[in-house]
């Protein structure tokens, strides 16, 4: 569980620069999303704490809020900046930001390291081809940087790219290549280029993987899928194969999603994390403005899911940046107040003036002559 953080001030900015902060293709509904207080659910990358801030939004949390990683119970402690995170909670209408019911972290990717080039900007896991983010680096346990290196064991965030690929905005080296465990746990998702029922093997990419014929009864080439399972065989054998839905809820859930758009938008849709998003037809022009605009950079899909698990976009923005009273922030959920060393003060030597004293020399006094009395005879 997880206590309840004290939230982070935020700097005030005056109306016209705070709408201004949500420039993007407005199309349909209110400017606001009209929340309504129902339920959100935000995805994309943790951008800050204090409380936890996806999206630009501000999240709360409180002794009630869930945390997992990876499917597994876990605390606030095991959130990093640039995890990609699918919160679900409540919103205030007309404000940024939420309360926290369930925080899920899932990685991408968990696996050997197969190839590096581009000195770590580039790598293959799994068979997955991975782009590190500008903003990402690639850390070691301790959450110093590393090297990658062929054979290290890897945990990587990121976004899917559209065209089979990953764009990491957090890697995690867990075992460098000398010291992997004999049967290390794999995460692969991604999707289905090939399906061998005889032989029970699916492949992802170009990866192929060994699971029980009947776990594919059900799947399909083209499908988003995720499998689990440990480096056993000759080919990584897989316990766990599910299809993915990147996006849980029902049906007028609010939606705000980091990501990247898989192709150009084609009639009245386009597609981004595996999720079909719909707009009006009058909208397309501005959209693809705004998708040539981002250069090749993630947007933010905001909207409410359609019974058909669709997303029916309000508006499209890029990611907004949150507002940090300090460049630094917290470094976990629940530490709004970072600790800050003193500065070191220096205390200047003040040199006192050496003063002369003058020498007194005390006068000399003269006394009379005081001339003598004889006293009389009695």
Not at 123 to 143: C, H, K, M, S, W
Not at 204 to 215: D, H, L, S
Request: proline residues 9%; hydrophobic residues 35%.
């Amino acid at each position: 569980m997880v206590t309840r953080s004290t939230p982070i001030k935020r700097l005030r900015l005056p109306i016209g620069l705070f709408l201004a902060a949500f420039c993007g293709v407005l199309l349909g509904g209110s400017p606001g999303g009209g929340i309504g207080g129902t339920g959100i659910t935000g995805f994309g990358q943790i951008q800050a704490f204090g409380s936890v801030f996806v999206n630009g939004r501000e999240y709360f949390l409180n002794a009630t809020t869930r945390v997992t990683v990876d499917g597994q119970p876990s605390t606030g402690q095991a959130l990093h900046i640039g995890d990609i995170v699918i919160v679900r909670g409540s919103a205030d209408p007309g404000s940024r930001t939420g309360q926290a019911q369930y925080i899920q972290v899932e990685h991408a990717l968990l696996g050997r390291v197969d190839e590096v080039t581009g000195a770590g900007a580039r790598f293959t896991v799994l068979g997955q081809r991975v782009y590190l983010a500008p903003a990402a680096r690639i850390e070691g346990p301790d959450n110093g940087p590393v090297a990658l290196h062929r054979g290290d064991v890897v945990a990587v965030s990121a976004l899917a790219k559209g065209n089979g690929a990953w764009v990491a905005t957090r890697v995690t080296r867990l075992y460098r290549a000398q010291r992997v465990p004999a049967s290390q746990r794999f995460i692969l998702q991604g999707t289905v280029a090939g399906v061998d029922r005889e032989r029970g093997v699916i492949r992802i990419g170009t990866q192929p993987v060994a699971v029980k014929a009947t776990a594919l009864d059900t799947i399909r080439t083209g499908e988003q899928v995720r499998v689990e399972g440990h480096y056993l065989g000759k080919l990584p054998e897989g316990t766990q194969l599910r299809p993915v839905r990147a996006l849980p809820g029902g049906r007028g859930e609010y939606v705000e999603m980091e990501g990247y758009a898989a192709a150009p938008p084609r009639g009245d849709r386009l597609s981004s994390n595996g999720i079909v998003i719909r707009y009006p037809l009058t909208a397309k022009p501005s959209i693809q403005a705004r998708i040539r605009a981002a250069a090749g950079r993630p947007l933010v899909f905001v909207g409410r899911l359609r019974p058909d698990g669709a997303l029916e976009a309000i508006r499209i923005e890029t990611p907004q940046a949150p507002r940090l009273p300090d460049a630094g922030g917290a470094d976990k959920p629940g530490a709004s107040n970072p600790h800050m060393e003193p500065p070191e003060v220096t205390r200047p030597e003040i040199e006192h003036p050496e003063i002369e004293r003058p020498q007194i020399e005390p006068p000399e006094i003269q006394r009379p002559d005081l001339p003598s009395l004889q006293r009389p005879d009695l």
